[in-house]
């Protein structure tokens, strides 16, 4: 069995984010949620079938 590494999930190291973090990061939520949301909708596109 292999031995599981635990690493701290951190964001932006120990102290506070910078502004460029931030806008790095906002973007990047954004992006991925755009791309979910058109994901998510063309599985729900009904297909016609005769």
């Known amino acids: 069995m ?3 590494i635990i690493e701290p999930d951190f964001i ?3 102290g506070g984010l910078t ?5 790095a990061l906002s973007k990047y939520f954004a992006d991925k ?10 599985q ?3 297909t016609k079938m005769f």
């Open 2 to 4: 292999k031995k599981q």
């Open 12 to 14: 932006g190291g120990q």
């Open 19 to 23: 502004k460029e973090e931030e806008n």
């Open 33 to 42: 949620k755009v791309k979910n949301k058109k994901r998510i909708n063309a």
């Open 44 to 46: 729900a596109v009904p």
